[in-house]
């Protein structure tokens, strides 16, 4: 019997699915947004995109824009009682009120 693969996307068929009113690439100005640091931002993974994308285990988490780096963001996100910081580009960002 084959062995099961077990790469980042693995048990993520519902994690990582839209709707069908949301296929397809995103707008050009979702890759330009602009988060000041100190902003908080919560992590809504866009599947079409697979450059920058964090992995599936911090979807759905808030976190705080800690600096930039290059055309990305560094986010402090809580994971458990860890502190982590990811590096995530604009498109898998949103921002918080």
Request: hydrophobic share 35%; charged share 25%; net charge positive.
């Amino acid at each position: 019997m084959a062995v099961r693969s077990k790469g980042l996307r693995s048990k993520s068929r519902n994690k990582l699915t839209k709707s069908p009113r949301e296929r397809g690439r995103p707008p050009v100005t979702h890759t330009m947004r602009e988060y000041p640091v100190g902003s908080r931002v919560a992590i809504k993974i866009n599947p079409a995109i697979l450059k920058g994308m964090p992995h599936i285990r911090f979807q759905g988490h808030s976190g705080v824009v800690a600096g930039k780096q290059g055309n990305s963001f560094v986010i402090s996100v809580y994971s458990g009682n860890k502190l982590k910081e990811l590096v995530v580009r604009p498109e898998h960002l949103k921002l918080l009120q």
